[in-house]
């Protein structure tokens, strides 16, 4: 109803009708924006799950670049045919591969996670990786950012003093290290095209 006019009599009166106009507000239950509520929160409840068991199967069959056995090298598009390319990859993902290198080609640094170069090359739908030391000079192969092949793409040669190595191989055919390997990685090509080490 309407508020009584106010006065000094009329006060109480006033102060009555406010409270009781406040409890009648309080005794109605937002009964629409609750169910809206509960509604919206099952939704997004139940659209977390669904990510979430969406994302589990994906880690579980697709390639993941970041596992232990799984270190990504690059995509085998980003090398031309006979070509090879430079990349660099934690020691930590190489380590288990130069510990018995008798030529002590590379050190093991103090810090597992500072970057060494690899040397990735490709054949048709291959992918041949090494570490990227002549056994020779201990030096890096390339003459300039990612040149590593030899004038006919035949071999991989290194820049210092002319070694040439077989790209399937790694065993040095011609110039001063003749008998001797690059340290070999095992590279694999997934059925997406990605070149990773197991």
């Known amino acids: 109803g309407r508020p009584p006019e106010f006065s ?7 102060r009555r009708w406010l409270r009781s106009r406040c409890m009648l507000r309080s005794r109605r239950p937002p009964l629409t924006t609750a169910k809206a509520t509960n509604t919206n929160v099952t939704t997004v409840n139940a659209t977390i799950i669904n990510a979430t068991a969406t994302i589990t199967t994906t880690t579980s069959t697709e390639f993941e ?15 031309a045919d006979g070509k090879a390319k430079s990349v660099e990859v934690p020691f930590k993902a190489i380590r288990k591969y130069v ?11 103090k810090d597992l996670d500072e970057e060494v170069s690899v040397i990735v090359a490709r054949r048709g739908s291959n992918a041949y990786s090494y570490v990227n030391r002549c056994p020779h000079a201990r030096m890096p192969l390339e003459w300039f950012p990612d040149k590593f092949m030899s004038e006919d793409d035949e071999f991989l040669m290194c820049s210092s003093h002319g070694a040439l190595f077989e790209v399937e191989t790694g065993r040095c055919v011609g110039g001063p290290c003749i008998g001797k390997r690059l340290i070999s990685l095992p590279a694999k090509v997934n059925e997406k095209g990605m070149v990773f080490l197991e």
Do not use: N, T, W
């Open 8 to 14: 000094e009599a009329g006060g109480m009166r006033m």
């Open 65 to 79: 670049p970041g596992r232990v056995h799984h270190q990504f090298l690059c995509e085998l598009e980003s090398i």
């Open 99 to 109: 510990v018995g290198d008798k030529q002590r080609l590379i050190r093991a640094p």
